[in-house]
Nanobody, 121 residues
Framework: QVQLVESGGGLVQPGGSLRLFCAAS????????MSWFRQAPGKERELVAH????????NYADSVKGRFTISRDNAKNTVILQMNSLKPEDPAVYYC??????????????WGKGTQVTVSS
């Protein structure tokens, strides 16, 4: 059974930091591109960052470049989003996504249930 379980969300003051975790199980984690998305109330879900299967290729939304860092540990089936210098526009539910295997004609897509991030003083 495929599972993506996010954790690490919470309340933080502007300028603060949070580290989000996504624990994966039920599929070959190292064959999947992993991403973090977020969705704020009334807005569409948007890509925050993604990371290649080996962890050496990353991409970020312009709004988080220089503040957020995505990483993965293929031995622990975990992807991490380090969020620094959090801003009032960052609050959202953050979702973990897995897409792969990339060698398949039709890669599969899995989603976690999300973790809430709130930025408030």
């Amino acid at each position: 059974q495929v599972q993506l379980v996010e954790s690490g969300g919470g309340l933080v003051q502007p300028g603060g930091s949070l580290r989000l975790f996504c624990a994966a199980s039920g599929f070959t984690f190292s064959d999947y591109v992993m991403s973090w998305f977020r969705q704020a109330p009334g807005k569409e879900r948007e890509l925050v960052a993604h990371i290649g299967t080996a962890g050496d290729a990353t991409n970020y939304a312009d709004s988080v470049k220089g503040r957020f860092t995505i990483s993965r540990d293929n031995a622990k089936n975990t992807v991490i989003l380090q969020m620094n210098s959090l801003k009032p526009e960052d609050p959202a539910v953050y979702y973990c996504q897995a897409v792969g295997p990339l060698y398949d004609i039709t890669p599969r897509e899995y989603w976690g249930k999300g973790t809430q991030v709130t930025v408030s003083s």
